[in-house]
């Protein structure tokens, strides 16, 4: 009786690589959980599985710690056991994953102190150039040994792709190629290449930094990107011709960039969308300034903040993409076959001008009237 109570709120000790294992197997959906076919439109028994297709850089690990019942909540205090080094995540790749490397050591884990109802967090992280591992706790750091990480209570665990001593050797060759490159500059290439700082950088750190991807800086036409044409030196970097080639060949991606210019087609493009923003918050602002000051009682529509900050993100021209159709079904229920306002719900308040802006530009809807 005893160790059922255990298990019930502690639960079993057990292994990362059991945990992966369970969270990869297949389910088998029969009885009152078969699945809907798509060509036959019936419903049919079924195997439902999981498997990686691209393993990330840094591999986040999330253990459910938390159980939540109708009536209460607690936490799983089971001690899960694993590795600080030479995770390998070989047995849940699908047959087409891309990456080559897939063995990954600990970098961090976060810890919870506490209880379902509440506690404290503090991290275990490695500090790699001295192998030191470190615990942050609030503003205070201390050194720990790597048994007081193993031991610990994990709640999320943060692991990085091995490096191998191959891939270091070619960030030496290219280091060496650029040093040579600098001090025979009167002798160089004719040409100079410009490569994403961004791809740049994960070069420099990952253990596979994947192919070129200028298309951080690039337009479709090969121009500089009209909002990146400014601060162009923070988005991409020269290199030589032989550095080009060399990361060219091993990496892939690109496309090449020996010239940078603003492209005119999507500067005019950009100066249609700009005027559109100047255009739309103008409009909205003098709109909105007199349903402040309207002194009688004038109908007043809803509009879900989840679009609405989409659209205020696109007119600050902190997102280049537009808002789409106005979303408002999460701010409504369906009650005698009308939508009406749903109580709690995440809206602003907005005139009927505003209210038909929006609905002229974007479309979509439904239109909710809290007061006509």
């Known amino acids: 009786m005893w160790n059922y109570v255990w298990g019930w709120f502690w639960g079993p000790n057990g292994r990362l690589n059991d945990c992966l294992s369970a969270f990869f197997s297949a389910d088998e959906l029969k009885g009152d959980n078969m699945y809907s076919c798509e060509k036959c439109k019936k419903l049919r028994n079924g195997i439902k599985f999981s498997m990686i297709e691209v393993l990330p850089e840094v591999l986040t690990i999330h253990l459910k710690r938390f159980r939540h019942e109708p009536l209460f909540s607690s936490k799983i205090s089971s001690h899960i056991s694993f ?3 030479g995770l390998d995540m070989k047995p849940w790749l699908s047959r087409d994953c891309s990456s080559k490397i897939t063995t990954y050591d600990l970098v961090a884990v976060i810890v919870h102190h506490g209880t379902a109802g509440g506690g404290h967090y503090t991290c275990y992280a490695l500090n790699e150039p001295s192998s030191q591992w470190m615990e942050f706790d609030d503003s205070s750091a201390r050194p720990v ?10 709640y999320v665990l943060f692991y990085q792709k091995r490096r191998t001593s191959e891939m270091e050797d070619f960030r ?3 280091a060496n190629l650029t040093q040579q490159e600098l001090e025979a500059r009167s002798n160089g290439g004719l040409l100079q290449f410009y490569i994403s700082c961004k791809w740049f950088c994960k070069f420099k750190t990952f253990a596979e930094p ?30 030589s011709a032989v550095v080009w080639e060399a990361l060219h060949t091993r990496f892939g991606g690109g496309p090449a960039c020996n010239r940078l210019f603003r492209c005119p087609v999507c500067q005019q493009k ?6 559109r923003r100047r255009e739309e918050l103008g409009t909205f602002l003098e709109l909105q300034r007199d349903f402040q000051n309207e002194k009688s009682s004038v109908p007043i529509y809803a509009i879900a903040m989840n679009w609405f900050r989409k659209w205020e993100n696109f007119v600050k021209n902190r997102d280049s993409a537009l808002p789409g159709p ?26 009927a001008a505003l209210w038909h802006l929006f609905h002229s530009h974007y479309g979509g809807g439904p239109e909710v009237i809290i007061r006509s």
Request: aromatic share 4%; glycine share 6%; with cysteine.
């Open 83 to 85: 590795p600080i080094r």
């Open 145 to 154: 040994s790597v048994e007081t990480v193993a031991n610990c209570q994990a």
């Open 210 to 239: 994947g192919p070129i991807h200028n298309q951080d800086f690039l337009c479709p036409h090969g121009g500089i990107q009209p909002l990146k044409i400014e601060r162009f030196d923070e988005v991409c970097l020269p290199v």
């Open 326 to 351: 106005v979303e408002n079904l999460p701010i409504t229920i369906l009650r005698n076959g009308n939508r009406i306002l749903r109580p709690s719900s995440d809206f602003a308040q907005l005139s």
């Open 270 to 275: 950009q100066e249609v969308m700009d005027k």
């Open 172 to 174: 030496r060759h290219i």
